[in-house]
């Protein structure tokens, strides 16, 4: 260093100063490596991360009711939900010329479902009364308190005004409430009523399954892959068809096969049977329980444990056991001190891609686990195809997402990311 | 294959109780179906310690004990219960000729190194008859619904017929089904031309991605590792529904803007839509190969003149080769098995095989897929098998020793 | 007058469609159903106006993706056919246009208007129903001993026959059923329903068979169940039941009673352009008049939807027995029905579904 200031910056071969040219060559080598990632990038960024962003932006987006009812939402402000008293006269008058709007939009049903989602009976009485109060004159027609109560009940009942106050702000904690069976009201969050509390249980018994699950597929996959890695290339390769043929197989056929095999009248309930182990009358339940869903799943996702497992037990050298065994180590000793300690990289790949693939399932649920096998993703599609609560499929989402990230951080702390190797 | 070991007889204090174990087993499940575990067991160890003495000490000729043990245990079988026992037997014969001499000659022996005790021997096999189950496991569900394929009904049941393996209650009308119907032959090349592209793209993007990503010094790696990973994590359905909104405007644009044909239009969302599907594989495939790689092989390389193209395809390609092919296999399943953003970004020309299974088994059970599933085992048996017979035709040309 | 607006209305269809129409996508179920539509309406309308329809079996998860579609502004499919209570919902959210029966469809042969014809089963204004199908119970005439079920309370009933029956995994229908066999009266079903006590009681009884109960998401399952003999009774559509019964020729026996009916039918997305508009309006019309309806129940045994077609029902194509007797609106099977109220449960399908799920994952 002294040297290099006594006579001037260190020189490259080109005159350039060293520092500088290193610098340089570190920024290019910088850019070329992103050159490498960035089409990738913006091919996700761009067709993935952006909408699943918007679509569980939902989460919390809430607009409908201030747009559908502009005018009726700053009247409400100025009514006191906990006096007990009906609104006045003016915020009837505001709510039907926002109705008149609307049903001419054909906007008024849509609010109905959204806030029959809280209260129970709007989605009728919006659509019932959008056909009588369209034939109102906003202008001419007051007073409107009486003619809408005449309307429809409803409209004369506090609840009605105060679910869609509780609902009129366009950013709702609603939907997250909802996920935790939990739900807002105008005196802030309150638990769900028992009978209808179960997304926690569900969101519990996922992860409990898909740890499980997790489990019996190392449980599994560790003889196997070791029995793979250690035989001769031409042996393994073949029985290595055994366990291709079933991840070649359609998801859907060894759902379906899993259901022929487990039932009552199924394949292995009819062979102990026949065998004599089981007592006709007293056939083994094993499907359309969390039993069913554990071994379907658990013959599913076995693949994408063998193979990580494999193919980093494949590079561990035989000659460290051979070494620890000629120095005396026990059979028991050389495999958990000396074998085990690097098969663990294949035990974490295959464990995430087990654990998040089994988290985010729920056709093979759907399919064998009955009431008490069924994952929070099923929910999710039941909100997003049936009942079009998107809000609320988007909160189930982003918990979902929220906790895998959660357990991949606790993951990366207590294994190590780079621990893991695939493939 | 020679011996390793040179091997000897046992002495009969070791075969008998062995053989006696097993023929208890057995006993077990024929006293089970008769009513009586306890006399079953009794019976089929005294039945098999007793022929496999007789065999040893009086008849002494392996081919003969064979027949005896075949010929026997398959008429039991048959006098228990009938066709299905009889094979069982026939089976159980087999494995008991087997065992015996396979005990007493002590050639259990032949291929282990000399040196193993006995605990050892004994845990190797073990070892063996417990992954033989995992196997068992992992194959069986597919083994048993195949001959469903062959169902003259329309369900997913074993019919009396088919259990007496009367003619009658087979057919192959599933596949002639599979190959007269349009929907199942139209979406069976959907998906050979899905699965296939969306794989190349993903393998090359995710490659060359994981290949930056690998370079030391890249700014935030762990957050474009988390972004590139993200479609693995997130519920398909909510995938499904939120890259429905992205590729209807791409949709919109190429046919409005650019004027494409709408069915070509069709294929490239659901190829790219898979393609995402499929990333995240390829990407943590392939850079966990690429962590073990030694960049000083790509310096040298330069040092020699080639250029960064070449020394891709020469060095590093052929030494990353296997992460790249089971990231693009898990890729290729993924479009291949993918069920649920297909329904959402396709439309009715793009439907896949998968699709098609769907609609199948919601509306009607019907064993076509079955046969579809049958079809691509056997497709997929010779491709594998063809892929082996070639390694070890190349190793052999190659001079190379089995390894 | 009528005949008139009819005749012009498909008169300008029709110049429209021969003008630009090469092609439309219209949506339904797959499997047997969408055969029997191909056979009654798709290959007849290509036939006439040389429209090519692509088929899309994409109806289960209509709701979703028209809504999607909706909101992206980008919509492929021109026909759907969704269930009535699909229907309602999608009208309500705006997603699919109103349809007046009077200006738009066909009036029966004898000049009866198209709303007369369909009478009540017009229950949304933007839903044209083709089809009465019901839920109902179908059961292993080997496996319930000497004494068949003639009731619907026999589900109920674990004593008498004592097995697994199926239902399906949702509170529809299975909620009335509990309680008509827990002793409410049929017409105050809903009413009781629409208590929390009432809510209670209907799950209270169906607690009482929970444990032999298999739960069917798929129309497909209740049959494959059946076949197995996996279990001894279930729900199902009335046409799945058809197929098992006299195509397959499984030993299994309808329940009619306490039939629930349903209706299916179609819609036109909203938000299409004028002449893809067209085409559609005419297509619904061509297909919902009453000859196709009758038509359609030669291949599949569901109600047609118009009065007037009730008389035309012939034989099955293939098996060539007489359809009537196996349609759900015939007298000898309609003496105890039940029909969905799509009012009742378009308000109460959130609350009690969360309640059932909640109640089945206990």
């Known amino acids: ?423 | 294959m020679a011996a390793l070991t040179p091997i000897s007889r046992k002495p009969m204090s070791v075969v008998l109780p062995a053989v006696a174990i097993a023929g208890g087993f057995l006993g077990m499940f024929v006293g089970a179906g008769q009513g009586s575990v306890l006399l079953g067991i009794v019976i089929g160890a005294a039945l098999m310690a007793g022929l496999a003495w007789v065999y040893v000490n009086v008849l002494d000729n392996e081919r003969m004990a064979r027949w005896i043990t075949i010929l026997g245990l398959g008429a039991l079988g048959l006098l228990f219960a009938g066709v299905t026992g009889l094979i069982v037997g026939l089976l159980a014969g087999w494995f008991f000729a087997f065992f015996i001499f396979w005990l007493y000659e002590g050639r259990y022996r032949q291929k282990l190194l000399p040196y193993m005790t006995g605990q050892q021997v004994f845990w190797h096999y073990a070892f063996r008859v417990i992954c033989g189950a995992i196997f068992v496991f992992l194959i069986t569900p597919i083994l048993v619904v195949l001959p469903l394929s062959f169902n003259a009904q329309d369900f997913f049941t074993f019919t009396p017929e088919m259990l007496r393996l009367d003619p009658e209650g087979y057919s192959l009308k599933h596949y002639r089904d599979f190959f007269t119907n349009n929907e199942w032959q139209r979406s069976f090349k959907n998906s050979l031309i899905i699965a296939p592209i969306a794989t190349i793209i993903s393998v090359s993007l995710g490659t060359l991605a994981a290949i930056g990503l690998s370079q030391s010094h890249v700014p935030g790696k762990r957050a474009i590792m988390g972004i590139l990973i993200s479609p693995m994590i997130v519920p398909l359905i909510i995938s499904a529904t939120g890259m429905f909104f992205f590729y209807s405007d791409i949709g919109r644009f190429l046919e409005g803007t650019l004027g494409m044909d709408k069915n070509f239009v069709g294929y490239v969302k659901v190829i790219l839509a898979h393609a995402v599907l499929g990333i995240p594989f390829v990407i943590i495939t392939v850079t966990a190969t690429l962590v073990g790689f030694d960049q000083s092989l790509t310096r040298a390389s330069a040092n020699m003149g080639a250029g960064p193209v070449r020394t891709f395809f020469k060095i590093q390609m052929p030494l990353i080769l296997p992460g790249v092919i089971s990231g693009g296999l898990f890729a290729f399943i993924t479009s291949f098995d993918e069920v649920v953003v297909v329904l959402f970004v396709g439309s009715a020309s793009q439907k896949t095989l998968p699709w098609q299974m769907f609609t199948g088994l919601r509306e009607q059970i019907s064993p076509t897929i079955l046969a579809v599933a049958t079809i691509l085992v056997v497709i997929s048996i010779a491709l594998l098998t063809t892929v082996e017979l070639l390694r070890r035709r190349s190793e052999r040309l190659r001079g190379l020793s089995p390894a | 007058m009528k005949v008139k607006t009819t005749l012009m209305a498909s008169a300008i269809a029709a110049v429209a469609g021969g003008a630009m129409a090469e092609e439309m996508t219209i949506v339904s179920w797959g499997g047997a159903y969408s055969k029997s539509q191909l056979k009654a309406y798709h290959e007849p309308y290509s036939e006439k106006t040389g429209v090519t329809i692509l088929n899309d079996d994409s109806s289960a998860e209509a709701v979703a993706k028209l809504r999607a579609m909706n909101e992206a502004g980008n919509i492929t499919w021109d026909v759907v056919d969704v269930v009535a209570a699909d229907a309602i919902r999608l009208c309500d959210e705006g997603l699919a246009m109103e349809i007046d029966p009077d200006v738009h469809l066909a009036a029966a042969p004898d000049g009866t208007s198209a709303a007369d014809d369909f009478g009540d089963l017009l229950v949304s204004d933007c839903f044209i129903p083709q089809i009465v199908y019901s839920t109902t119970f179908g059961y292993r005439t080997d496996l319930v001993g000497d004494t068949p079920p003639t009731d619907v309370c026999a589900v109920f009933d674990l004593e008498a026959y004592p097995g697994k029956r199926s239902l399906e995994k949702r509170p529809i229908n299975n909620m009335e059923w509990a309680l008509i066999c827990d002793g409410v009266a049929k017409d105050d079903v809903y009413d009781v329903l629409a208590t929390a006590e009432g809510q209670d009681q209907a799950l209270a009884k169906l607690d009482t068979i929970k444990d032999s109960v298999v739960w069917w998401s798929a129309g497909a399952d209740t049959p494959q169940l059946l076949a197995d003999g996996e279990v001894i009774m279930g729900s199902t559509y009335n046409g799945r039941l058809f197929s098992v019964i006299e195509e397959q020729k499984q030993p299994v026996a309808m329940l009619w009673d306490a039939q629930v009916f349903d209706l299916d039918g179609w819609i036109i997305p909203a938000g299409l352009s004028e002449e893809r508009t067209q085409r559609a309006l005419d297509y619904i019309m061509f297909a919902t008049d009453t000859q196709r309806l009758a038509d359609q129940a030669k291949y599949i045994s569901y109600g047609p939807a118009r009065a007037s077609s009730a008389p035309l029902v012939g034989q099955h194509a293939d098996l060539g027995i007489d359809m009537a007797p196996h349609m759900p609106t015939d007298p000898e099977n309609a003496k105890n029905t039940f029909l969905y109220n799509y009012e009742f449960w378009a308000d109460y399908r959130d609350d009690i579904d969360a309640k059932f799920q909640a109640w089945l994952a206990q």
């Open chain 1, 1 to 423: 260093m002294t040297d290099a200031t006594q006579s001037g910056p260190m020189l490259a071969a080109d005159g350039t100063p060293l520092k500088k040219s290193l610098a340089r060559s570190l920024r290019r080598r910088k850019l070329r490596a992103l050159a490498l990632i960035a089409p990738l990038l913006l091919f996700v960024l761009l067709s993935f991360v952006i909408p699943i962003v918007s679509m569980l932006f939902r989460s919390v987006e809430n607009g409908i009711v201030a747009e559908t009812l502009p005018l009726t939402v700053v009247e409400l402000k100025n009514w006191d939900a906990e006096s007990g008293e009906l609104p006045d006269e003016a915020l009837y008058a505001a709510f039907t010329k926002d109705m008149v709007v609307a049903i001419d939009e054909k906007t008024h049903t849509r609010l109905g479902s959204r806030l029959n989602y809280e209260q129970t009976g709007m989605s009728s009485m919006f659509r019932r009364s959008g056909r009588q109060i369209k034939k109102l004159d906003p202008e001419t027609d007051g007073p409107f308190k009486d003619k809408l109560i005449d309307i429809h009940d409803g409209w004369g009942d506090i609840e009605t005004w105060r679910t869609i106050k509780t609902h009129a702000v366009p950013i709702t904690n609603g939907y997250f409430l909802n996920a935790i069976d939990m739900r807002r009201t105008p005196e802030g969050a309150q638990a769900q009523p028992e009978d209808k509390q179960i997304l926690i249980k569900l969101f519990g018994r996922t992860l409990m399954m898909s740890l499980i699950i997790t489990a019996s597929c190392i449980l599994l996959a560790y003889p196997v892959s070791y029995l793979l890695a250690t035989l001769p290339m031409r042996v393994s390769n073949l029985l290595m068809i055994l366990v291709l043929l079933p991840f070649w197989t359609s998801l859907l056929v060894r759902t379906s096969a899993w259901k022929v095999m487990l039932q009552q009248q199924g394949v292995i309930n009819e062979t102990l049977v026949w065998l004599g182990l089981v007592a006709d009358d007293a056939r083994l339940v094993i499907i359309n329980n969390q039993f069913g869903t554990i071994i379907a799943m658990t013959h599913i996702l076995l693949p994408f444990m063998i193979l990580p497992m494999y193919s980093v037990m494949q590079t561990i050298p035989p000659s460290y056991t051979r070494a620890a065994k000629s120095m005396g180590a026990t059979n028991w000793t050389t495999f958990w001190r000396i074998y085990f300690p690097q098969s663990i990289p294949g035990i974490g790949a295959g464990s995430i891609l087990v654990f998040i693939l089994a988290i985010g399932y729920y056709i093979t649920p759907e399919i064998v686990g009955g009431t008490k096998g069924v994952f929070i993703s099923n929910r999710i599609a039941y909100h997003i195809s049936s009942s079009l609560n998107w809000g609320l499929a988007a909160a189930l989402g982003t918990i979902l997402l929220a906790v895998v990230l959660l357990l991949y951080w606790c993951y990366d702390k207590i294994v190590g990311i780079d621990n893991v190797k695939l493939g």
